[in-house]
């Protein structure tokens, strides 16, 4: 007897996406550093589907002599996931939301950044893979919880 699943991915939507970069800049410079932030949020809505919004704050910039480093490429990407989800899931909504979820989804997002740095005419930047389970647990991704 086959297990049904608890949570179906839907469909998954690009809310935001905003990128910048100088006219002019050495982007192989060894001292050239990248830093990504991700938020996830998550509502639950009639008690059967579950939106998950993962966003994706990313710079890199390098340091200057004397002075903090600079912020020479910028991008925020904002995505939203829909899930079904059956009465009394196991996992629970919560755990779901914080690290399946987000898992399911990371990888259109990292597909979005290096599309969009490779139009920019720069090398293609590829995020490594994020274990979210483990940040979910250590409680190393920022969460918050939308009402609906």
């Given at each position: 007897?086959?297990?049904?699943?608890?949570?179906?991915?839907?469909?998954?939507?690009?809310?935001?996406?905003?990128?910048?970069?100088?006219?002019?800049?050495?982007?192989?410079?060894?001292?050239?550093?990248?830093?990504?932030?991700?938020?996830?949020?998550?509502?639950?809505?009639?008690?059967?589907?579950?939106?998950?919004?993962?966003?994706?704050?990313?710079?890199?910039?390098?340091?200057?002599?004397?002075?903090?480093?600079?912020?020479?490429?910028?991008?925020?990407?904002k995505?939203?996931?829909?899930?079904?989800?059956?009465p009394?899931?196991?996992?629970?909504?919560?755990?779901?939301?914080?690290?399946?979820?987000?898992?399911?989804m990371?990888?259109?997002?990292?597909?979005?950044?290096?599309?969009?740095?490779?139009?920019?005419?720069?090398?293609?930047?590829?995020?490594?893979?994020?274990?979210?389970?483990?940040?979910?647990?250590?409680?190393?991704?920022?969460?918050?919880v939308?009402?609906?």
């Open positions: 007897m086959a297990v049904k699943p608890s949570f179906r991915f839907a469909e998954i939507y690009l809310l935001e996406s905003n990128f910048k970069r100088p006219a002019s800049s050495d982007f192989n410079d060894p001292d050239f550093k990248s830093n990504a932030n991700i938020l996830v949020e998550h509502q639950i809505i009639e008690n059967k589907t579950l939106q998950v919004t993962v966003t994706l704050d990313f710079s890199a910039g390098k340091s200057r002599p004397g002075k903090s480093r600079t912020k020479e490429i910028t991008a925020k990407i995505m939203m996931g829909v899930f079904f989800c059956e009394d899931p196991v996992p629970s909504v919560e755990q779901f939301a914080k690290a399946n979820g987000p898992a399911i990371f990888p259109f997002l990292r597909e979005h950044l290096a599309s969009i740095t490779l139009k920019a005419g720069i090398s293609q930047i590829l995020l490594p893979a994020v274990n979210f389970i483990r940040l979910s647990q250590d409680n190393k991704v920022k969460n918050k939308a009402s609906s």
